[in-house]
């Protein structure tokens, strides 16, 4: 039987936390520890975003050549979207987040408090120390905000959680073609985990890894790589053409499935975690560790091609993509590139041609 997924808003779900005495952090893209804010009872919610919003307010603040992440995020802040939060965590993911933090920090200056977080761009044993003392840092000024100073133990035992939940994310990923989910239902399952208390995410995800079939082998497997799937329609236009997403490359998604940590140090740990992700473009990672790991997905799940769905001005997945669409078809892999601003709405230019491609590769 289908299982019902039942996902809650995230309204609904910011409400519930507040009214049992949590706080709430809005966090950009992309990395950051979802642990370390737990500890405090912080409950990360992330802001991909979000679309449908009047970029006009951000627009005074930014670049027209800005990508429109940036700009909804900063115009949803300034029309009253983050009211309800406490802190805004903006990590150093790229130039456009970078300076979106120093406006928040030197210019609109929101009644929350603002933290950017600095990610390294290597995986050396050099980056994690770096990034653990970023996240040491963060856990000292949530400390002399909150009052709360929580203990290594309690540090380890949030990131633990965290792992737990992330687990079952990559069984999601794992399970992909014998989940009876749509492209949508799947989607909207995996995006939860931007929201959702860890628990509560456990339990979602169980339950839907109790019901598997065999899917219909007319289905075109692809695999999607970018940012975020947004509008996110083009899931729903993508299934009614025959295709199916079994393979996953997002900023959002896939690129965040971190594994365990080895480290007994808390902050060591969840840095581990993120340093050793799968390669994102947006931590420094190789062309060529890129391009493996894109053929190793397809490879492992029969995807028949590549869309490579990215945000308009989104330069680092602009400077790989010649490269890395190059590689692929050296591996007999066709790939085709959309760009899309998460604002509007998606073009029927850009449905022809998921649709011509789906023919190629069928």
């Known amino acids: 039987m289908k299982p019902t997924l039942g996902i809650p808003r995230r309204t609904e779900v910011i409400e519930k936390f507040k009214s049992e005495g949590g706080m709430i952090a809005a966090v950009l893209p992309i990395h950051y520890s979802r642990g370390l804010l737990r500890a405090f009872d912080i409950l990360p919610v992330e802001v991909w975003g979000p679309p449908r919003v009047d970029v006009s307010y951000g627009g005074a603040h930014l670049q027209p050549y800005v990508c429109s992440i940036v700009h909804n995020a900063l115009s949803f802040l300034k029309t009253g979207g983050l009211d309800v939060v406490d802190f805004i965590i903006v990590p150093h993911a790229c130039d456009s987040l970078q300076g979106l933090g120093s406006i928040l920090l030197d210019f609109v200056k929101p009644k929350q408090h603002v933290f950017p977080l600095y990610l390294p761009r290597g995986r050396r044993k050099e980056d994690v120390d770096f990034l653990a003392n970023e996240l040491r840092s963060l856990y000292d000024s949530l400390a002399k905000i909150t009052g709360k100073r929580p203990s290594n133990e309690d540090v380890l035992a949030s990131i633990q959680r965290e792992e737990e939940a992330d687990s079952l994310l990559a069984k999601l990923h794992e399970n992909r073609r014998h989940l009876e989910l749509s492209n949508l239902e799947f989607y909207r399952l995996i995006r939860s985990r931007e929201f959702l208390p860890a628990e509560d995410f456990v339990e979602l995800a169980s339950r839907a890894l109790e019901s598997t079939f065999e899917r219909e082998a007319n289905s075109i497997p692809v695999l999607m790589s970018g940012i975020v799937p947004e509008p996110m329609n083009v899931l729903e236009i993508l299934e009614e053409m025959g295709g199916i997403v079994v393979a996953d490359d997002m900023a959002c ?90 604002n509007d709405e998606l073009p029927h230019q850009t449905i022809t041609r998921i649709g011509a491609f789906l023919e190629v590769i069928e």
Not at 294 to 313: D, E, P, Q
């Open 253 to 342: 998604c896939g690129r965040r499935l971190y594994g365990v940590g080895k480290s007994d140090d808390p902050f060591v740990r969840a840095a581990e975690r993120i340093v050793f992700a799968p390669p994102d473009p947006t931590r420094g990672s190789p062309i060529e560790e890129r391009l493996k790991h894109l053929v190793s997905k397809a490879r492992n799940t029969g995807a028949r091609g590549v869309i490579f769905y990215h945000v308009k001005f989104c330069e680092p997945e602009l400077f790989d993509l010649p490269d890395l669409r190059k590689g692929l078809k050296e591996e007999g892999l066709p790939s085709v590139a959309i760009e899309v601003d998460i």
